[in-house]
């Protein structure tokens, strides 16, 4: 007998829905579904140990459909018998408990939605342009007129830019897709493991990835992350299915799901890919050149799948289309293998924040990740990011190493050791990219680990707990406890006035959990049995509670702008926050009310900090200070805390000079003059806008994408966003804006807005701000500044 699984042969026929559940799997299969829920103790005086490969023993996985096309009738018609059902060697509680476990994740993630308002304008301005304009669907452009698109491939748009068009724009119709990629990646994760281990491995798991805070934030959020950890979820799935039985179809449905997350996120959906080839490659039982053609042809399907929309866009004539925000030449593989690839690795993104290089470890409190804090081995764990993920990562890795140590004399086609290679490779991979990249990263990118660490809880705690009865294993399952009741205490301690009874109960019920399962074993009957249960739900809650008060805070507080994080505020952390709070890495940490904290090295609120060498921004003229910054497009105050910042002749886009918005939101009118956070629009200059819009193919243009989607957002209409999100790209000279200036196609000029020139990109927005300045009169409308382009210049503008 093999410790590989069987699977029935793929003639057997499937089940019409009358004769639904097939029969159970013979008895004769390789060895039992599940194991004994309460394994009686060994027999007193026993001097060996089972042998450590019973730990996982092999198992009958799910019964096969026939293949062909005849097969989908069938799997149609007996969809609801199934999904209500579930296996046929199920307990009765399973299935419901599956489904309870799917509905609460939806109530969860539901609850409160849209208090988040538009959450990242720069996407929802993309979605709306996309629910009027198929073509500003299609390339996922910024606004309806097609001007210049988002800087992602546009497939985590066009889910929210339909149910746009279904449910008309609103913020639930944006937001309610991303809660369904929650709840579906729920979904995958539970199913994935539930092909090898048991229910309650494969429930834990699920309840792990819904309750982990970055997860509860991202699949509320409208950024690409839902799309892409569903799409890679999937993947996973694909991976374990053609690994069992070396199945060309399913390893090339592999290569379209991942190809489909590459048109999400681009390059970051391969960062599992090494990984997921390797298992494939050692562990399907198929010859090894099967094994290397049935790859050859999942890499075919990935690049057909993510390739088709890059090639139209490649070739299509860049005057047919808009352009490609954030690169700097135009191109979409330039955006991919630069800005948004190879550049977040090594920190050199030509007009990023820290573009130019300058996220290579030179500003304080960088530490080798410049201004998005330091990096190692322990970035994961450190700071605002351990709250976001960390809770249970400590446990994974440990049941990981647990796994494969386990599964070790297993044969090469083990589909339990392939089940930890493929979570702990994705795992692995992901985490130390992250750790060690030098370009931008923020705290939310951590979702991508969200299901690996899960499943790899999920699965090592089944394995355990079948066999808690054996001292060396129950002695893991409480160090594994232990060791995760430590560390939620540390990462409660991080923000040591929220709900501060739950610190010291985490750890007091983990420590007593650990004591209990220890003993459980050595006492025989029903009554080892009830400590048991009971000491395992302690242990549950206790690895689980600190990352579920996250959670609900999370869910309980609207978040927006570019940079978000999940939780309450901590020391030490972050740049962003709820819609801006905290500070960049390395600075002091943020407040609830929005303040903008110090730089790296900076104290809170400012400190004394310095940013060396920052360009100034449009229309601006220098700055200097203790703290200061440069002057924002007709700006004249500081970054609250500075005391330079000279220079410029205005305010904030939507505030006053050095206002801050009111709340849980950035800078008023836009962190870091609308780079980070979009401006607010009263009603007033929202009806300007409107104003005989049809006239105009734009109804006004503004430096950088955030600051143009407030504007887009609040009237409905298109508007130019000059320079993309950093307001750094080439995509408008000053003569092509004057030419369409001078043929009525853009009616006004808001002042504010993005970086502009500087850090290694385009200056062509401060260009055309400093041209608009010098030659049409200010409005003042409010507290936004305004030019009528229809209105006649200034001489000798």
Not at 78 to 107: C, E, H, I, N, S
Not at 389 to 394: D, T, V
Not at 609 to 625: I, R, S, V, Y
Not at 698 to 719: K, T
């Amino acid at each position: 007998m093999t410790t590989s699984s069987s699977v029935p042969p793929t003639s057997e026929p499937w089940p019409d829905a009358a004769n639904y559940p097939p029969p159970a799997a013979a008895a004769d299969a390789a060895g039992p579904t599940e194991w004994p829920a309460a394994a009686p103790l060994p027999p007193a005086g026993a001097g060996r140990e089972r042998p450590a490969e019973t730990l996982f023993p092999p198992v009958a996985l799910p019964p096969a459909g026939p293949g062909g096309r005849a097969s989908w009738a069938g799997r149609l018609r007996t969809l609801p018998a199934r999904a209500w059902r579930g296996r046929p060697d199920d307990p009765r509680w399973v299935r419901p408990a599956f489904l309870g476990l799917l509905l609460a994740t939806a109530v969860l993630y539901f609850w409160n939605l849209t208090a988040s308002g538009w959450a990242n304008s720069f996407y929802s301005a993309a979605v709306q342009a996309g629910s009027v304009s198929w073509k500003a669907m299609f390339f996922g452009s910024s606004d309806s007129a097609n001007f210049i698109t988002v800087d992602k491939p546009p497939l985590a748009l066009w889910p929210m830019a339909l149910s746009a068009r279904v449910l008309g724009l609103s913020s639930f119709s944006v937001l309610a897709p991303q809660v369904l990629m929650g709840v579906g990646t729920v979904a995958a994760v539970y199913a994935t493991v539930r092909r090898r281990f048991s229910a309650l491995g494969g429930l834990v798991a699920g309840a792990a990835l819904a309750l982990t805070p970055v997860a509860a934030l991202m699949f509320r959020f409208n950024n690409p992350d839902a799309a892409l950890v569903l799409l890679l979820t999937l993947a996973a799935y694909g991976v374990v299915r053609a690994t069992e039985t070396a199945s060309t179809r399913w390893i090339v449905l592999v290569g379209v799901v991942l190809g489909l997350a590459f048109l999400a996120k681009t390059l970051q959906a391969f960062l599992v890919l090494p990984a997921f080839a390797l298992v494939y490659l050692v562990c399907a039982p198929a010859g090894l050149g099967r094994r290397f053609r049935q790859l050859l042809y999942g890499t075919v399907a990935m690049v057909v799948a993510g390739g088709w929309w890059v090639a139209i866009v490649e070739l299509m004539p860049a005057s047919a289309r808009p352009y490609i925000g954030g690169s700097q030449d135009n191109s979409f593989l330039s955006l991919t293998f630069g800005y948004n690839g190879f550049g977040r690795i090594t920190g050199d993104e030509t007009g990023s924040v820290g573009g130019g290089g300058g996220g290579r470890g030179g500003s304080p409190g960088g530490g080798g990740g410049g201004m998005w804090g330091s990096t190692g081995i322990t970035r994961l764990f450190d700071g605002d990011i351990g709250g976001q993920i960390a809770w249970l990562m400590p446990a994974a890795l440990i049941l990981l190493v647990f796994g494969l140590w386990a599964t070790r004399r297993h044969p090469r086609t083990d589909s339990a050791r392939i089940a930890f290679l493929v979570w702990g490779g994705w795992l692995l991979s992901t985490a130390l990219t992250f750790s060690f990249m030098s370009g931008i990263f923020h705290q939310y990118y951590t979702v991508a680990l969200v299901p690996a660490v899960a499943a790899l809880v999920g699965m090592g705690a089944d394995g355990l707990w079948k066999v808690r009865h054996r001292l060396p294993y129950a002695a893991v399952l409480a160090v594994t406890v232990l060791v995760t009741a430590w560390w939620a205490y540390r990462l409660l301690g991080r923000s040591a006035d929220f709900v501060p009874w739950l610190r010291s109960a985490v750890l007091v019920g983990g420590v007593l959990a650990a004591i209990a399962l220890l003993l459980s074993g050595r006492i025989a009957g029903p009554a080892g049995r009830r400590i048991a249960t009971v000491a395992g739900l302690t242990a549950l809650a206790a690895g689980l509670a600190g990352p579920a008060a996250y959670a609900l805070d999370t869910v309980s507080t609207g978040h927006s702008g570019s940079i978000v994080t999940a939780g309450p505020a901590v020391q030490g952390g972050g740049f962003g926050g709820r819609g801006g709070r905290g500070g960049f890495p390395g600075g002091g940490g943020g407040g609830r009310t929005g303040n903008f904290p110090g730089f790296p090295g900076g104290g809170q609120n400012g400190g004394t900090g310095n940013l060396p060498n920052l360009p100034n921004f449009p229309g601006g003229t220098g700055g200097n200070g203790n703290g200061g910054m440069p002057a924002f497009p007709g700006g004249t105050g500081t970054f609250p805390g500075g005391t330079g910042g000279t220079g410029g002749t205005g305010t904030f886009p939507g505030g006053t000079a050095g206002e801050l918005r009111d709340g849980r939101g950035g800078m008023g009118g836009g962190g870091m003059g609308g780079l980070l956070d979009g401006a607010r629009v009263s009603s007033e200059v929202a009806e300007l806008l409107k104003q005989d819009a049809d006239r105009y193919t734009w109804v006004a243009a503004a430096v950088g994408s955030q600051n143009q989607a407030s504007y887009q957002l609040a009237a409905g209409e298109p508007v130019m966003a000059l320079g993309g999100f950093n307001g750094s790209d080439p995509s408008l000279s000053l003569d092509g804006f004057k030419q369409l200036v001078a043929e009525g196609k853009v009616h006004w000029f808001i002042g504010g807005g993005g970086m502009g020139g500087g850090m290694g990109g385009s200056n062509y927005s401060s260009e055309i701000a400093s041209w608009v300045e010098s030659a049409y009169t200010a409005k003042t409308v409010g507290s936004t500044t305004m030019y009528d382009l229809t209105a006649t210049p200034k001489s000798g503008g």
